[in-house]
């Protein structure tokens, strides 16, 4: 008699021969009679399955997992995505070979007997009675596919799939309820299509056309008799019969099969020893799984991609619901992504920051009007080794960034400027705008608690020639610290909060800026795609857009396909047309004759804002035409490195200013953007020039050049910006606690231009 297990419970043989009693009755099951009670056939095995009768009748089949592709605006690869490498293919694009090949080894009577091979299981019964344990299966391919489903529905969750694998007799119960069910409903060759398309190959490769194409390169209706049989011996142990890591055992097993093959019938036993004797010829595709292996240097965008998949609402009302789908896959996702406009991203960024250096760039390129987000990358590549990160510098830390921002300098004095000129002050609007002076106090808040400057502290000018007073044109140009102070006292702090409210500005880590005069100076973290989707309102005439960067997306289940809903931009007035005209105005006088005149494009309209920030930790420039715009900063992640006499892009810089580096890039970068593109012009108005007769001795602007004695020719004050000196090191500091965004308190200075 059969000795029971040292834990109880029945021997593998008992086992077998309770199944094969559980097998006889499947022509009454299929005949639709109902069956007797489990605990009169002994079927329950203490706990493990229900009555055979009580198990639900109606098993859905699985919507197998998939690669997701991402594609480019024009539908270019960008990459593909999985969960599992799979592509879902009908029997008519399988090779015939490869049918042939799975059924004569893994169920050589599939065409002659119905969801169990009765015949079967009494040969592997007799087997393993005489091995004393189970050394031979009895499953139908119908039967292994249940059991797929069950791991396919396990999903990545290990509990669940050793549930689903488990060798009891409650597992082979429901295995050959479902067997049965799937027999009459779906039909042999159904079924034989499902198998090939969800059983695992190894390599990373599910379902024959992933693994047609990983290991030959080639669709699976293309596979000749060999390489199907190669590939039908995997299936019984992918990790032994592995043909990359073990050729010789490879190619036993696919001898074993071609063998079989003959035996019964599908080919000759001249076709077979001809087979025999051929090599393995792999053409081995490596397994081109995530975001990792983006073309283009489009890693981050798509990344990001992923991230609004899994964060917006309308892919799930849950972050449960919305991974499900991700991971399901079949998705087939049209980006917003220019491969024009990505590649001159990235060649801008590889010629003038190399990734080896102590900082890092960062740019991200806007459409205005659409909110469309057409380039996005960064000097440091994707990954995980040496100068590599998997942090995106251009977007909040929600969507993959790296901290919370980064501090924008004087780019965020056009803001302040557009909150005054809603308010109604002229764009010739002047100031004192001394070379130091305390910060205004009180100065009015959204709340009826004005702002104070308790402890005194200063505001200064970059150069100590800096002195006032300067209309709105020129202190713009030259990027005047204390003028913009006093314009924040003047119009009071809460219409600057109202207007960087219309325009999506908050900090990286999706905080509100703090209401203290300060923030006219760029003391507060803010990420590149905010920066460049807020000036596209400029560049739009006064209509701010949502960044989108998804434009379309299909779902393939099964063969089945459907579109998707995907995430609108949502485009609302930020301010009036007069007022965005005029912050044009204003902005093409920087890139035309002040602190942004190494970044200015020469063929088309452009205007843009030059920023440095405080130990130069930091430099931005973020600019736009009337049809692209584009922020580019360049610093440290960290914010620990000063850049000062130090080498970026193999050139030695004594000092780093937002005109000198970013400006360049944004420079580069928008020109290859541009290339063929239409090049429309702003509408720009008439701000009157300051009296010739004022004069300012002596001011630098972002770029390290004086402004001489600042009358320039034509009667233009900042003619004379081209004139040499040279910018002195700042003589102010940001306090402690400002750089990272984690404080509303104080004041600290920001930036410089």
């Known amino acids: 008699m059969p000795k029971k297990r040292s834990g109880g419970g029945l021997s593998p043989t008992q086992q077998a021969a309770k199944f094969l009693g559980v097998s006889v009755l499947a022509g009454a099951v299929m005949a639709g009679i109902a069956l007797p009670a489990a605990g009169a056939l002994g079927l329950a095995a203490k706990g493990s399955v229900k009555g055979f009768d009580e198990i639900p009748d109606n098993l859905k089949s699985p919507a197998l997992s998939q690669r997701t592709t991402i594609l480019d605006n024009q539908g270019g690869q960008i990459a593909t995505v999985y969960s599992r490498d799979r592509t879902v293919v009908d029997l008519k694009d399988i090779s015939p070979y490869m049918q042939k090949a799975i059924v004569a080894i893994e169920d050589s009577r599939y065409y002659q007997h119905g969801a169990v091979d009765l015949k079967g299981i009494l040969r592997a019964v007799n087997q393993n009675a005489q091995n004393g344990g189970v050394a031979q299966g ?5 039967q292994q596919l249940v059991k797929n489903y069950f791991v396919e529905e396990a999903g990545d969750d290990p509990t669940k799939v050793a549930q689903a694998t488990q060798q009891t007799l409650g597992r082979k119960i429901r295995e050959l309820k479902y067997a049965i069910q799937l027999e ?3 039909g042999k060759k159904k079924i034989l299509e499902n198998y090939l398309n969800i059983t695992f190959f190894g390599e990373q490769a599910y379902g024959i056309e992933a693994a047609a194409q990983r290991y030959f390169s080639k669709p699976a209706k293309e596979l000749n008799l060999q390489e199907s049989a190669m590939l039908a011996g995997i299936v019984q142990s992918p990790s032994r019969y592995d043909p990359v890591n073990d050729e010789a055992e490879a190619i036993k097993r696919r001898n074993t099969v071609l063998q079989r093959m003959a035996e019964v019938h599908d080919i ?8 025999k004797a051929k090599k393995i010829e792999l053409h081995v595709s490596k397994p081109k799984n995530g975001c990792i292996t983006a073309a283009k240097g489009a890693s981050f965008f798509c990344k990001y991609v992923e991230h609004v998949f899994l964060t917006d609402p309308v892919f799930g009302k849950t972050k449960e619901e919305r991974a499900k789908i991700w991971n399901q896959g079949g998705l087939t996702i049209r980006t917003t992504l220019d491969p024009q406009s ?18 890092a760039a960062a740019a991200t390129l806007v459409e205005p009007g659409t909110g469309k987000i057409v380039g996005m990358g960064q000097s ?8 590599e990160t998997e942090y995106n510098y251009s977007v909040d830390y929600s969507m993959g960034g790296s901290n919370y921002g980064f501090p924008t300098g004087s780019t965020f004095k056009p803001f302040v400027a557009a909150a ?11 100031y004192s ?19 104070t400057n308790q402890a005194n502290e200063q505001v200064p ?10 209309r709105l044109k020129e202190a713009m140009a030259k990027s005047v610290n204390t003028y913009f102070v006093q314009m924040i006292s003047d119009i009071g702090l809460c219409p600057v909060m109202k207007q960087i409210d219309k325009l999506g500005v908050v900090q990286g880590n999706g905080d509100k800026l703090p209401e203290v005069p300060s923030i006219a100076l760029g003391a507060k973290g803010i990420s590149p795609l905010t920066m460049a989707t807020a000036y596209a309102a400029f560049a739009s005439r006064g209509m701010y857009c949502t960044p989108i960067a998804v434009e379309s997306i299909t779902q393939k289940i099964g063969g089945t396909q459907k579109s998707l809903e995907v995430p609108k931009s949502t485009c609302s007035r930020a301010m009036s047309e007069k007022t965005a005209d005029t912050i044009n105005t204003l902005l093409s006088g920087v890139v035309d004759s002040g602190t942004g005149q190494q970044a200015g494009l020469t063929d088309r309209a452009n205007a843009g804002k030059t920023g440095t920030t405080d130990q130069r930790k930091n430099a931005w420039f973020v600019g736009y035409t009337p049809n692209l715009s584009g922020a580019v900063w360049v610093g440290s992640a960290t914010q620990k490195v000063q850049m000062r006499g130090i080498r970026i892009g193999g050139v030695y810089r004594d000092k780093v200013y937002g005109g000198q580096v970013p400006g360049p890039i944004w420079r580069d970068l928008m020109t290859g953007a541009l290339v063929g593109k239409d090049s429309p012009s702003f509408n720009l108005v008439d701000i009157p020039d300051e009296d010739k007769d004022r004069d300012h001795e002596g001011n630098d602007d972002d770029n390290g050049h004086g402004n001489g004695n600042g009358n320039g020719g034509n009667g233009d004050p900042l003619g004379g910006l081209t004139n040499g000196g040279t910018l002195p090191t700042p003589s102010f500091s940001i306090p402690e606690g400002w750089i990272q965004g984690t404080t509303n308190r104080g004041n600290g200075n920001g930036g410089q231009r």
């Open 461 to 470: 000018n970059e150069d100590a020639s800096e002195v006032g007073p300067y």
């Open 380 to 387: 440091k590549p994707y990954g995980y080794g040496k100068n």
């Open 342 to 359: 990505q590649e001159s991203v990235q060649a801008s960024l590889k010629d003038h920051v190399y990734k080896s250096d102590k900082v």
């Open 433 to 451: 705008s001394p070379n130091k002076m305390p910060y205004p106090s009180p100065v009015q808040t959204c709340s009826s608690k004005p702002w």
């Open 184 to 186: 009459e409903k779906l």
């Open 268 to 275: 000759s036993q001249q076709e077979a020893d001809a087979a």
């Open 138 to 142: 009895a499953s139908t391919l119908t």
């Open 420 to 430: 005054a000129i809603e308010q109604g002050r002229p764009p010739t609007q002047e």
